[in-house]
């Protein structure tokens, strides 16, 4: 495993939308574990394969509630709303109040290639839409209603 560079705002990578992974093979399952080591080495709750270089529907996420691989993921449902501060590993300092919906699931295959599904509420929830969103080359800050202080 190796702990990859984020790649920041100017990079036009971030703004492509990702292919779909065909198979799953060695690469892919180094990214993950790359991705992985990256995420909780940058103290984030959740990193896109584009945002390490990589245009790749891969995503990885951990709110707190244990990790999460997500290869070719697609929101299948979402309800409710919540509006809350968000930022991004790729816009180091930026934070804006963001609406989301409060309640997503999400389709997507495992390391293993198995189609499964997952919910969440709240943070997870908007995990899922900010990393799937990096994946259609789409970032946080075109959703941004009103800016925060930098940190």
């Not at 705002?9 to 971030?14: F, H, M, T």
């Not at 270089?53 to 891969?58: D, S």
Request: net charge negative; aromatic share 4%; proline share 3%.
């Amino acid at each position: 495993m190796a702990i990859r560079k984020i790649l920041t705002s100017e990079d036009s990578v971030l703004h492509k939308k990702c292919r779909t992974v065909e198979k799953i093979d060695d690469r892919i399952l180094m990214l993950l574990d790359d991705m992985t080591e990256t995420l909780y080495d940058s103290g984030g709750v959740g990193l896109a394969a584009p945002q390490v270089g990589v245009l790749r529907r891969v995503v990885v996420i951990d709110v707190g509630e244990g990790l999460l691989e997500l290869i070719n993921p697609e929101i299948v449902k979402s309800s409710g709303t919540q509006t809350d501060g968000e930022g991004c590993l790729s816009y180091p300092g930026k934070y804006g109040m963001v609406t989301r919906p409060n309640k997503v699931t999400v389709r997507a295959l495992n390391r293993d290639g198995e189609t499964f599904e997952v919910s969440g509420e709240g943070l997870l929830a908007r995990a899922f839409c900010h990393e799937l969103d990096h994946l259609d080359g789409r970032m946080f800050m075109e959703l941004v209603s009103e800016w925060l202080e930098e940190e």
